[in-house]
Structure formats: C-alpha cells, structure tokens
C-alpha cells in the first residue's frame, strides 16, 4: 500500500512524469525539472525500467514471488477492493469483518468510510495515472476551474477517461480479482519461470509450522481461502504460473485470525525454509 501510495504521488509532486503537451513539444519532467524527450534524458525513464525488471527476477530467483505479495499496485488494489466490500455488502477480510461487530457505531462508521472511499479511489486513481501526462495544474483548470462543455478536448478526454478507470476499477476490484494475476499478468508470468529453477528452500512462501496436520484439528479455512485452490499447509506447493501460489497472504491472514479467536498463535506464516518435514 505504501508503494501503491507512492507511485499515486509522484506525477502530483513533479518527481517523474512525461509532459506531451509543453509548450516546446514533449518533454520529460524529474524533480521539477523539464528535460526535452531525446537522448540522453530518456535514459532517465528506459534505466530504471531495465533496473526494476531485473530487480524483480533476481529478488524472485531468491526470495520467490515477494513482488506478486508485497509489491504489486494491482494486487494491493484488489486487497483493498476486498476490504471495502467487506465492509459495505460481503467479502472476504476477516480482520474487516471482525472490526464491524465490535459496536454499532464502528459498523456504520467503517461503512460510510468504505462507501466515500469506493467513490473516490477509482476518480483518484484515474486522475493520477493522467498526471503521468499531462500538467496536473492542467488537469485540476479543466475539471475543476472550467465549467463542463467549455474545456475542450482535454476537459472531454480526463472525463472518459475517470469514466473508464472507475469501470474498470469496480470490475477488477469486484469480479476480475486475482484472475488477471493467474491467466494474464506478464510480470507473473515471468516471475513463475524464474522461480521454477529456484530452491524451493530458500524462498519465501506460506509454510506450515507444526509437525502434523492434527494441529489444525477440522479447520479447512486456510483452503477456503486460497483464490486457487491450493493447500498452503503442504510441503511442497505448486508455485508455478495459472495454478500456482503467488503469494496473496490470504491463507496467512485467515490462518491468523481463527487462531487469534483461540488466543493462540498462527499455525502458517511466511518462511524461507520448511520448519518440518513430513
């Protein structure tokens, strides 16, 4: 959430962003700073996406798919989709849930938050991503200082375009989910062939800590859990790409809070190497 949170921020306080339309054609802006998009200022952009991609394979090769659960702007959103559901209709956040039944006012209040919330972060969203382009001055004169229908071109296109992002928010927060992280990611994708060669050993990755399945006693609800239907509590678990873990921390998360109901501590947790074998 923090780096959902950063990459939000950075075109509004002028730290990285491309400006198409300068007043001497498009330009690049680092710190505040306007640069012509040409050579060598655009080695600005193209090196740290060269960094970032091969940061992520090596951070995969040796701590396993951290980028998919730690990392991932889209999966964050989705977790914070999930929340937010939890909180207005149904979903699947325990920790939400558990919050909502401690008075009535903490069940309204959280709601009336969730709902102001699901409002404005798709429009937010939506506005920042256009911030990556276009002046943020420019875009706050056209939607706020520019009565509607009198701010031409760029006035009509920022609002097709929160228009557009707030649809495709609500389906991928609500109906999408993980699935775009099984079947269409490319990120995860190669993040599944890196770790395919990688020690299962030496990864990160949800591991159960007790030495048999007895502890759990019935408890099925680290299974439940699982958006791909895997069982985290095995020794050796699918990590590969469509059906395999990438890390979610759903199960963890579960796996907590029922033990926490018994006053007693997780029995999965997030390790990089098996703490029994069976």
């Known amino acids: 959430m923090v780096l959902l949170l950063l990459w939000v921020l950075l075109p509004w ?40 991609i091969w940061g992520i394979a090596l951070l995969t090769y040796f701590k396993g798919r951290v980028f998919c659960g730690w990392a991932c702007p889209y999966g964050s959103c989705v977790e914070l989709f999930d929340g937010l559901s939890t909180a207005v209709w149904k979903g699947t956040n325990r920790k939400v849930a558990a919050w909502m039944k401690r008075s009535t006012f903490h069940k309204w209040a959280l709601r009336l938050g969730a709902s102001v919330t699901l409002a404005l972060a798709p429009i937010i969203l939506a506005l920042s991503l ?19 229908g009198h701010g031409g071109n760029i006035q009509t296109t920022l609002l097709a375009w929160v228009a557009l992002t707030f649809l495709i928010s609500w389906l991928a927060g609500f109906a999408v989910k993980f699935h775009f992280c099984r079947m269409v990611c490319i990120y995860g994708m190669g993040q ?80 990089a190497s098996p703490e029994r074998s069976r």
Not at 218 to 239: E, I, N, Y
């Open 13 to 52: 306080l002028d730290l990285v962003r491309i400006e198409i339309r300068g007043a001497q054609g498009p330009s690049i802006i680092y710190f505040g700073q306007s640069y012509p998009m040409d050579f060598p200022f655009v080695l600005g952009l193209i090196i740290p996406f060269v960094i970032l």
């Open 130 to 148: 256009a911030a990556y382009l276009v002046a943020p001055r420019q875009i706050i004169h056209a939607l706020f200082a520019t009565p509607w």
């Open 192 to 271: 599944a062939m890196v770790v395919s060669s990688a020690p299962e050993n030496h990864i990160l990755r949800p591991r159960f800590i007790p030495d048999a399945l007895d502890a759990c006693g019935g408890c099925q609800a680290c299974l439940k859990a699982c958006f791909v239907g895997l069982d985290p509590r095995a020794k050796h678990l699918v990590l590969g790409f469509s059906v395999g873990c990438f890390n979610c921390g759903d199960c963890v998360d579960t796996c907590r809070t029922v033990q926490g109901h018994k006053h007693a501590g997780s029995l999965l947790s997030f390790g």
